[in-house]
């Protein structure tokens, strides 16, 4: 600003270019728009609203204090080791999140983890290109990002999976509040959890709620409340919230006064409806699932958790470990297991890893057999280490741990998670540190003790140890109504459930466990393994609709869990096409179609077109691709490196591609090089689909080159829309003449003219094999294609197209 107009008016003409590019530059151009022109104006706006009164200094410095002792400190259960908790500070172990400043428009019919697990690589890939736009947590009340017109009090709405982090985040929110780092706008920051709110039965008032948390504040209240805009409240969980609070039509049970007396549900309606204390600002959390209780509220700010992108999964595991070589160790391994990184997205999954494997890379003796390479092994150690810790505990580990198993199946079944003391009743369990190692208690605070209720530490444990309760089943006829049950289930709640039973049925991954809980029943991991076999061969077929290929991956998905060769063998050997064209993978889905592959013979066809694979996810299917006669890419962005993985299949010595689809994967003349360099050494090729990539000329060349090999026997190659040129077609011709195999060539959507007639009449004259050659949608006039015609005559067998 202090460069003259002549520098400004450049700055404002940029941002006026970009601004129909970047939604978030056009809100907050609107924004100085609608504020005025004077900076220094608009950035006391915020400012002014922080203004204190001088008799409410003193409690605002025992408010600061008290939440900064409150937040300072993360409380971890670290359940594999013989501590129940541990203690650390808030800003050594928090690790930033990636949030969006929108929420997903999408019905979560799926298991919430699985359904983020295969779309979060596609949302990564968006919010790099910047199609979804990245909001810090001090920017959910910055005006650029709201709905609302007002200058102030405005809800927000912030969703998150389990586990994502969406109370460690609003920790971190008021701990940067209490220490003066963000939200000065703020007079007042007062904090609630809906699970804390689920013990008061009773009327109360909103003056009532904040004493019974905050007791210091006494009479100053009702000062408090002459300025609303200065104030924030939060609510965390909307989803654990016992009561419906209604936000759609007309509402008569509004409180509009803070000493009134009415339900929670009617307070917390009111803030966010802006009918109590109007101009207050309000940030309410919840899981994907509730968020249709928010459809009709006034919330000006949606935005989501995704959790952790790129190297913030490395900062949690370098902040997780005080030695950083372990760090370095765990982290490395969890990048190399598919299935363990794609998930670690998740802080919760974070955690997991990081206690579990963290004792492998401690030890100075390691073992990489030994590292869990499933995630049914990653759970089995982790179970494994609660019963070496707390069995002696308890008379019965096996008893106990079935009944446990019970309830949390019956809970996947009712999509349940969040268990009361009714429920432990009903299965006869008792509250004990054995069972403390599996549930843990919501409620924290002493006086709630009556309403304390219990959850798994994450929904994948839940799932885990009602798979293991079947085993445990002293009835084995049982397991086949269970995998019923579960598999007819169209939802996809069972999955995972169904994922870690194939698992548990191999011997070595249920060795741990069998040392606490004796040994799981022979016949049940007999009914276990025939019920993979019978379900893989049932779904082999079923690949002509969506859901049929979705079923057919599950089975798949089991049959890599279990770990067995040889039930591999025998339900893979007649398997000789993978379809899913048209179908989401993900990195996970990758790997395990790569298992499948390598245990095949060979797989005639491996067709996965438009399946939206990238690098990461062709990065884990390279080491089986050379064992296919027919790829089928096409649709996928794999760029020049994912085609390189492609080529290093090309140049395997036992490479048996012979057709190749690599149509529009965003190949480009940068990454032919190597390409061609492959093709040059394979004689098994006979198909090559290059259409719609950025080769150009030079591209086409270096492809050119490679079919010079004596010993190429391509009969088919497609270059439609690959941007040739008259002058490209003439390197083209020149390294085809040599090739007798070739029988069909497509050149259409390019930019020939007249000017290749006579180079093309050559290639038909040399070339004797040829049968057909596309020319359609380029450039030749009336003339020019006449004479192309005129080609058919000495050769009828020739098809010509334009």
């Avoid at 706006?45 to 939440?67: F, M, R």
């Avoid at 009903?426 to 540190?433: G, R």
């Avoid at 893989?536 to 057919?552: A, D, I």
Wanted: charge should be positive.
């Amino acid at each position: 600003m202090g460069k003259g107009s002549q520098a400004r008016r450049a700055m404002w003409e940029s941002f006026v270019t970009w601004r129909t590019e970047l939604p978030k530059l056009d809100r907050i151009l609107r924004e100085i728009q609608e504020l005025g022109p004077d900076p220094q104006e608009y950035m006391n706006i915020a400012q002014g609203l922080s203004e204190l009164p001088t008799y409410l200094i003193d409690v605002q410095q025992k408010h600061k204090e008290t939440l900064r002792e409150q937040t300072e400190t993360l409380r971890v259960n670290t359940i594999l080791i013989t501590e129940k908790v541990k203690v650390f500070q808030l800003v050594d172990r928090y690790a930033e999140l990636t949030v969006i400043s929108t929420v997903r428009d999408r019905t979560l019919v799926e298991h919430e983890l699985l359904a983020r697990g295969r779309h979060h690589e596609e949302l990564r890939a968006k919010h790099l290109r910047r199609k979804l736009e990245k909001i810090r947590t001090d920017q959910l009340f910055q005006s650029s990002f709201s709905r609302s017109k007002s200058k102030s009090g405005s809800s927000a709405a912030v969703a998150g999976v389990p586990g994502i982090g969406k109370t460690t985040m609003v920790q971190k929110i008021v701990y940067d509040w209490a220490t003066g780092k963000i939200y000065q706008q703020f007079q007042f920051i007062f904090s609630f959890k809906f699970r804390d709110l689920n013990a008061i039965n009773c009327r109360i008032n909103l003056k009532e709620l904040i004493l019974d948390r905050y007791p210091y504040f006494g009479n100053t209240l009702r000062e408090v409340w002459k300025n609303p805009e200065g104030l924030l409240f939060i609510f965390d969980g909307l989803d654990e919230f016992n009561d419906k609070i209604d936000f759609a039509g007309s509402r008569r049970d509004t409180c509009t006064d803070p000493e009134f007396k009415c339900k929670v549900s009617e307070i917390v309606y009111s803030l966010i409806q802006h009918k109590l204390l109007p101009g207050c600002s309000v940030l309410v959390t919840t899981r994907p699932t509730a968020l249709h209780l928010l459809e009709k509220a006034e919330i000006s700010v949606r935005a989501e958790i995704l959790g952790f992108v790129g190297e913030e999964r490395k900062e949690y595991f370098f902040r997780h470990f005080e030695d950083q070589t372990v760090a370095e160790a765990v982290f490395k391994y969890m990048q190399e297991n598919e299935i363990l990184y794609t998930m670690s997205y998740n802080p919760s999954y974070c955690w997991i890893l990081a206690l579990t494997l963290g004792p492998f890379f401690t030890q100075r003796v390691r073992d990489p057999q030994r590292v869990p390479k499933t995630i049914t092994q990653l759970y089995s150690y982790y179970i494994y280490n609660i019963l070496k810790n707390h069995s002696r505990a308890i008379e019965n580990p096996r008893d106990v741990l079935l009944r446990v198993g019970q309830m949390a199946f019956r809970g996947v079944f009712d999509k349940k998670i969040i268990f009361t003391d009714g429920d432990l009743i009903n299965y006869n369990l008792q509250p004990s540190q054995f069972l403390s190692g599996f549930l843990m208690e919501l409620l924290e605070r002493e006086d709630s003790a009556q309403c304390v209720v219990y959850t798994f530490p994450h929904l994948t444990i839940q799932e885990f140890v009602a798979a293991v309760a079947q085993f445990l089943n002293p009835h084995p006829g049982d397991i086949l109504k269970f995998l019923t049950e579960a598999h007819n289930a169209t939802d996809g709640r069972f999955e995972v459930f169904l994922r870690f039973v194939a698992g548990l049925s191999n011997p070595m991954t249920a060795r741990g466990l069998e040392e606490f809980l004796g040994r799981f029943p022979h016949e049940t991991i007999c009914r276990v393994i025939d019920w993979v076999k019978a379900e893989v061969k049932r779904q082999s077929g079923n690949t002509r609709s969506q859901s049929g290929k979705r079923r057919l991956l599950n089975t798949l998905h089991y049959l890599f869990e279990s770990q067995n060769h040889g039930l591999a063998k025998a339900t893979l050997g007649s398997m000789k096409t993978l379809k899913f064209c048209e179908m989401t993978l993900t990195p996970i889905d990758c790997a395990v179609l790569s298992h499948v592959i390598r245990l095949c013979d060979r797989i005639k066809l491996l067709d996965l077109w438009g399946c939206r694979i990238q690098y990461e996810g062709i990065q884990r299917l390279g080491p089986g691709l050379h064992k296919c006669q027919e790829l089928r890419f096409g649709g996928n962005k794999l760029g020049d490196s994912g085609v390189k993985l492609v080529s290093e299949a090309l140049r395997n010595p036992e490479c048996k591609i012979q057709k190749l689809w690599l149509s529009e994967v965003g190949l480009t003349d940068s990454g032919a090089k190597d390409f061609a360099s492959a093709l040059s050494t394979n004689p098994i090729l006979t198909e090559l689909i290059l259409s719609a990539n950025e080769l150009g000329d030079s591209g086409v060349k270096l492809v050119s080159s490679a079919l010079r090999n004596r010993g190429c026997k391509i009969q088919k190659l497609v270059l439609i829309d690959v941007g040739l040129t008259d002058s490209g077609a003439e390197d083209l011709v020149s390294a085809l003449s040599r090739n007798t195999s070739l029988t069909e060539l497509d050149l259409g959507r390019n930019s020939l003219t007249d000017r290749s007639v006579p180079t093309l009449r050559c290639l038909v004259l040399t070339l004797p094999s040829l049968k057909r050659i596309g020319l359609a949608y380029n450039r030749f006039t009336c003339t020019g294609q006449k004479e192309l015609r005129s080609l058919q005559e000495p050769r009828p067998e020739l098809t010509v197209i334009l």
